[in-house]
């Protein structure tokens, strides 16, 4: 009989423990707004694999395009930049009020499989183009490229050694970048690690002339497995650079791997904002092999994220990533 009353008595404390739950879901959401606000503020993409209701650009099917649909390579002429850059100015301006109307009716839809991210297939086969080309956090791979013609806006000298002493644009890297850059070279050399910059800012032409320099070398479906198409390399982010030993000793080469200084930086380099993009066994996922030595500027959450949970960026976003086609 005791046993009963206690029973009924934790029932009643559940119900009125509802009850004051129900009333605070004013602020949860409040708060869950806030959230999302700030995650769509911060980055061009979603990550629907952290929030539960979400992605934060279906709101604006209107302007872009789902990952999904297009599969034509041809018609990148199409997109010029101007238009680009209208049309991502335009999203970012008609998303905050969508959104705020959505989390009060609650009307969030939820993606398919939230959380499972692996259905992500990174290849040709199919190709958009990224919404925001300029946010540092877009995701650049064989499926997303950047808008035809693309040249990062702020574009800098980093003030960090390099493997030759030419000032040209492989030299250079998107002022945010740059800094944080030259913060990991200081990190490095106060633990006795002294890097040199290989190869940062690659322009379109470039990638165009170094790729089919590889494909007459080794032939395309080789040539794709280190080296991106046009318009498809995080080189041409200004976000991403190439690094080495101080003595450029294998220079962007799989003997890079093992070295003190790739210890120090798959180690570190979360630490300044900046990933190793293409970890060893993550092929399948990144599209590329094991590359020690490239690393792309993500800014310290991301970074954090991704090293800690040793995921790739394409594992962060997810797929559900804001494109203009
Ligand atoms: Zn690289």
Wanted: hydrophobic share 25%; net charge positive.
């Amino acid at each position: 009989m005791h046993k009963r009353k206690y029973i009924i008595s934790f029932v009643a404390i559940l119900l009125i423990g509802g009850a004051l739950y129900a009333g605070n879901q004013g602020n949860h959401q409040a708060e869950q707004q806030e959230q999302q606000t700030l995650i769509k503020n911060k980055s061009a993409l979603s990550k629907p694999e952290d929030k539960q209701g979400t992605p934060v650009n279906q709101n604006q099917s209107s302007q872009t395009t789902k990952p999904s649909n297009t599969n034509d390579t041809s018609n990148n002429k199409d997109t010029s930049n101007n238009k680009d850059t209208s049309k991502s100015k335009d999203t970012s301006k008609s998303n905050n009020p969508s959104k705020s109307k959505d989390t009060s009716n609650n009307k969030v839809t939820t993606p398919a499989s939230p959380g499972k991210t692996t259905s992500f297939v990174n290849s040709y086969k199919v190709e958009h183009v990224v919404a925001e080309p300029k946010s540092h956090t877009v995701l650049v791979n064989k499926t997303y490229r950047l808008p035809e013609g693309y040249v990062p806006p702020d574009l800098v000298y980093p003030n960090v050694p390099f493997t030759f002493v030419e000032k040209v644009d492989k030299r250079k890297m998107r002022k945010v970048a740059a800094g944080a850059l030259e913060k990991l070279f200081a990190g490095a050399k106060r633990d006795g690690v002294m890097l040199a910059g290989v190869s940062g800012y690659r322009s379109e032409s470039r990638q165009t002339t170094l790729y089919n320099n590889y494909v007459k070398r080794d032939g395309v479906k080789a040539a794709d497995t280190y080296s991106a198409r046009p318009g498809h390399s995080e080189h041409q982010t200004g976000l991403t650079i190439d690094v080495a030993g101080s003595n450029g000793k294998c220079a962007a080469e799989s003997c890079f791997a093992g070295t003190k200084e790739a210890k120090w930086l798959s180690k570190h380099a979360h630490e300044y904002g900046f990933i190793i993009r293409y970890p060893s066994g993550k092929d399948a996922i990144t599209g590329y092999k094991y590359e020690p030595w490239h690393l792309r500027y993500v800014g310290n959450e991301i970074a954090k994220t991704v090293t800690t949970k040793q995921i790739t960026l394409e594992q962060y976003f997810g797929n559900t990533v804001e494109v203009s086609r």
